[in-house]
């Protein structure tokens, strides 16, 4: 069993829906989440960025981590087709180092 | 104005082979990595240097050598290529500190080995 389990997809949504993308995970000794954007073809961007539980907000971008379920999510409001990617869950434990354990990513399309 | 780079984009050679790909920052970051992207977009660290120095070395096999001849400069170096090297490399490159966490990848280089 991987240490970080993500719906590979792919999720298809029209444009203008709300996207939830969730990761679990099993170590309990992660404390930083991350979620990375990729388009096709192109390296990953870190897009938001959670320290140990709760929500942060970013424009359209909402991410929420719950330690106690092992679960951290992204919602995505009024979902554009510029949004279509593969979004990819990153997580670190405290003193861990750099070292970031990912999901396999989520691919998204949002249709017209 | 590019923040993180590689070269090249592509590289298709055959087995045996011996190949670099090169990787450069200009975020002024201390830490930079390497990943290795399998066909299904699973994303692995294989290295990581922080100012020159080795902090992290996953189980890689030792035909991947990293160097670093500054900080913002991290080369690989991969000899007798074997099929199941074929993947996409990132670089990526990160800020010190608690910011560590942010890292910043490379467009990636196609590797193919036939």
């Known amino acids: 069993q991987k240490e970080v389990e993500q719906d590979p997809g792919p999720l298809s949504v029209p444009e203008g829906a709300i996207v939830s993308l969730n990761c679990t995970y099993s170590n309990s000794a992660f404390q930083y989440f991350m979620w990375y954007r990729q388009y096709s073809r192109k390296g990953p961007e870190l897009l938001m960025y959670?320290?140990?539980?709760g929500n942060k907000e970013d424009g359209r971008f909402t991410a929420q981590v719950d330690k106690s379920s092992k679960y951290i999510s992204l919602f995505i409001r009024d979902s554009q087709p510029s949004d279509s990617a593969t979004y990819l869950c990153a997580m670190s434990p405290t003193g861990g180092g750099n070292k970031l354990t990912f999901g396999t990513g989520t691919q998204l399309k949002v249709e017209l | 104005d590019t923040a993180v780079s590689q070269t090249p984009k592509y590289l298709v050679t055959q087995m045996g082979n011996d190949k670099s790909i090169k990787c450069e920052q200009n975020?002024?970051?201390?830490?930079m990595y390497w990943y290795k992207q399998d066909s299904k977009k699973f994303l692995k660290i294989m290295f990581s240097?922080?100012?020159?120095?080795?902090?992290i070395n996953e189980t890689v096999p030792n035909r991947f050598s990293p160097k670093s001849p500054d900080k913002a400069h991290l080369n690989l170096h991969i000899n007798s290529l074997e099929l199941g090297d074929s993947a996409v490399y990132f670089c990526?490159?990160?800020?010190?500190?608690?910011?560590?966490?942010?890292?910043?990848f490379g467009p990636g280089t196609r590797l193919t080995v036939t």
């Open positions: 240097y922080n100012n020159k120095e080795l902090i």
């Open positions: 990526a490159s990160s800020p010190p500190g608690r910011r560590s966490y942010e890292q910043y």
């Open positions: 959670t320290y140990s539980s």
């Open positions: 975020l002024g970051h201390d830490t």
